[in-house]
Every structure is written in C-alpha cells, then in structure tokens.
C-alpha cells in the first residue's frame, strides 16, 4: 500500500497562473516532507522541504503548504512558468534513520 | 563538486544476460540508495545502505537482483538473469545520512531496456 499519494497523474495551467500540486500520506510517524521535480532524462532534483513542525515554507516562486491533521500536503508555483513544466515527486521520511518513501508523481505542463 | 555518477547510462540487453549498474556516491555521504523508476510504480526502493552496509532490501523484487557497496565511494546494482519487466530506468542516490532533514542527491539515471 502506497504511503505517500499523488493521486493527480497529470496537470496543465497556464502561463502566469498558479499551479498547486497535491500530495496525501497515511504514516503517521513521517515528520520531514519533501518536493523533487524532474526532467526527462535526467535525475529528480531537490526543490522544497518542510518540517512537521511547520505548516509553511515559502522560496520565491514555490510554496509547500503542510496540514498535518489531514496528512496533506501541496506545492504552490505562482506564477508558473514554462519551464516549470517537469515531473513533481512528493517524498516523505520517518523520524530515526529512514529513506524517504516517494509518491508516483505529477507531470506539470505550463502552456505558453 | 560532482554529484552521484552513474554508469552505464543507457543499455540494451537480450532477455537472460547479466546486467550491471554502477554508482559513485557524493563523496562524503554516508548512505547510498538504488531506486527504480516505472510508470505504474512511480519511484520505489530497491535497496539503501548505511557506510557501506545494508540496512533494507526489502524492495529488492527477485533474487535475481543484488546489490553490493564494497567501498564508500562505490556500488553496483546487478540482475541476472535479466527479464524484460526489469526495464525501466535505474536512479542511484546519495545523502549524508538516511533519515530526517537529510537531502537526497540523485544521479541522471541508468536507462535499461531488456529486450
């Protein structure tokens, strides 16, 4: 069973309009959270992080919002670009010496 | 600084050779990780390592699959015999440590396709 969901394959939005990507875990345990974005034929790169202890963490353009007691989070993009057009992975870890578990990913198209 | 190093970055195999996969870590990260890209399973774990030991290869599919780290700046991925549903592309990753707050560093990937 999947502990951390991307439940949205796909996504398309506009230039210059925001993009929210969502994510959805079921461990309870994890505490640290994480967004990677990739582009094809090359390794995921890491974007933005947010500790359980905060519910918000903001750098430039992207914002990771983090609502603990619905185990959701979601990456904000504002404005979009069309080079944020990527696969986005959502990943989570576990307090104590855990790899991170990573969702299926988003693939993000930013239409000019 | 070079990041993690992976070789070969695409290769194309007959149904039953023997394939190896090969990763450098950045230099300094005590833990190392293989995982593998699917379009129905996303990016699972293989395998990690903690200074050059296994602690989980509970993701590792088959027997066929194994995976060694003989140093800390190396490690090797390794099927055999090799099935076509092994294709997909292979990532080796890279952290201080294993765990929370720490990073991962991926590298480009290596490409296989098992024909």
């Known amino acids: 069973d999947q502990q951390v969901k991307q439940n949205s394959p796909s996504l398309s939005v506009q230039e210059g309009r925001i993009s929210i990507l969502n994510c959805d875990y079921t461990?309870?345990?994890?505490?640290?959270f994480l967004w990677y974005k990739k582009y094809p034929a090359e390794g995921p790169t890491f974007l933005i992080s947010i500790s359980s202890i905060k519910d918000k963490n903001e750098d430039g353009r992207f914002t990771v919002f983090l609502n603990k007691s619905a185990k959701h989070l979601s990456l904000h993009i504002v404005p979009s670009q069309p080079g944020d057009s990527a696969v986005y992975f959502c990943a989570a870890s576990a307090r104590g010496n855990t790899p991170l578990v990573f969702g299926k990913g988003t693939r993000l198209s930013v239409i000019a | 600084d070079a990041g993690v190093i992976q070789s070969p970055r695409h290769e194309v195999t007959e149904m039953g050779q023997e394939v190896t996969l090969r990763c450098k870590p950045i230099?300094?990260?005590?833990?190392l990780f293989w995982y593998r890209q699917t379009m129905m399973r996303g990016l699972e774990l293989l395998i990690y390592f903690n200074n050059n030991v296994p602690i989980d290869d509970s993701g590792m599919p088959e027997d066929r699959f194994s995976a060694k780290m003989p140093n800390a700046s190396f490690s090797t991925l390794k099927i055999q015999p090799s099935e076509p549903r092994d294709s997909a592309v292979y990532f080796c990753?890279?952290?201080?440590?294993?765990?929370?707050?720490?990073?991962?560093?991926f590298g480009e990937g290596s490409w296989l396709t098992v024909v």
């Open positions: 230099s300094g990260h005590n833990s």
């Open positions: 461990n309870s345990m994890f505490d640290y």
């Open positions: 990753a890279s952290s201080l440590r294993a765990g929370t707050g720490n990073t991962i560093y």
